[in-house]
């Protein structure tokens, strides 16, 4: 069953590949997804793409307009009944559990009441388990300022290529430095290709730390640049790093704001391995503007100093 099965896979293969591979170049040229990047951010019209005719709003006079309104249903207030007040008060509240729950149980969990006053090992596991530790006495080289350097390679299947590059500047009295930088490339026809810049800069906060975890928020910019113009918006990061065991590093960073004229989210989780102070890593990335994405595997380098 399985032979005839993969039998006649590749018979609707062969036939479609022709149909395929006649579409995916008009495809291409027709909506490139850079362009659709700056579109979603400058709001720039795009002929390729139409959607269904706006309604125009009804002309004076018209019967929509002249009807009277019915006094039982404007002259009442919704606010006044009670039972709407306790069910907004129970979505406030369920809200700010929803904001607050990222940072509190974190904190609570890896910290208790007294919190960590920890400097930074030369690198994770150099000494002991994790990365930030007390200083445990001895001749240890331990800091209050540590930092890392990465680049990177994405993909996104298709013929969209990412590569990238980030810093991290951490200090014992928490609050860091946090930037990176992509540039994206897309083949679009044979010897035609197209590239822009994206980027962010943040200050974040360490607002729950433990020898084996750290967790960051904080805010700043984030900027799109090609060859016509840059622009430039508001971005907030949540970012997690885990110290499993010797020699894993688990990774995760939000990105969530806006840009220009539309929305902006980056996430990404990734897993490494630690050789010394350099970490190769591998995980998936997502980055979404407005309505264009890219999504696909990463890979690269980390070295920790």
Not at 14 to 27: K, R, V, Y
Not at 110 to 128: C, I, N, S, T
Not at 166 to 188: I, K
Not at 192 to 199: A, I, K, Q
């Amino acid at each position: 069953m399985s032979k005839a099965c993969t039998s006649f896979g590749c018979i609707l293969l062969a036939l479609a590949a022709p149909l395929l591979q006649g579409m995916a170049p008009a495809a291409l040229a027709q909506d490139p997804q850079l362009q659709r990047f700056r579109e979603e951010v400058r709001s720039l019209p795009n002929p390729s793409r139409t959607g269904p005719p706006s309604s125009a709003p009804p002309a004076p006079g018209t019967p929509s307009e002249t009807r009277p309104r019915s006094p039982e249903r404007y002259d009442s207030d919704p606010w006044d009944d009670d039972d709407d007040g306790g069910l907004f008060e129970s979505a406030f509240y369920l809200a700010l559990i929803a904001v607050a729950a990222p940072y509190w149980c974190p904190r609570h969990f890896l910290e208790g009441e007294y919190g960590l006053d920890g400097l930074f090992q030369r690198y994770p596991y150099d000494e002991v388990p994790g990365y930030i530790t007390e200083d445990f006495g001895g001749d240890h080289c331990l800091r209050s300022w540590a930092g890392r350097i990465a680049g990177e390679y994405a993909y996104d299947l298709d013929d969209l290529l990412r590569g990238g590059g980030s810093l991290l500047l951490n200090t014992a009295t928490r609050f860091c430095l946090d930037a990176s930088g992509n540039n994206f490339r897309e083949e679009l026809l044979p010897g035609e290709t197209d590239e822009l810049w994206t980027g962010d800069v943040n200050v974040v906060y360490r607002f729950a730390q433990h020898p084996l975890v750290e967790f960051r928020s904080g805010i700043g910019m984030n900027w799109l640049a090609d060859q016509e113009k840059a622009d430039f918006g508001f971005n907030f990061t949540y970012s997690l790093d885990v110290y499993p065991k010797k020699p894993w590093i688990v990774s995760a960073e939000i990105d969530w704001g806006w840009l220009g004229d539309t929305s902006l989210f980056h996430g990404r989780l990734t897993g490494g391995v630690l050789l010394d102070r350099f970490e190769l890593f591998t995980g998936l990335d997502y980055f979404d503007v407005g309505h264009a994405a890219f999504a696909g595997p990463l890979a690269g380098i980390r070295v920790w100093f």
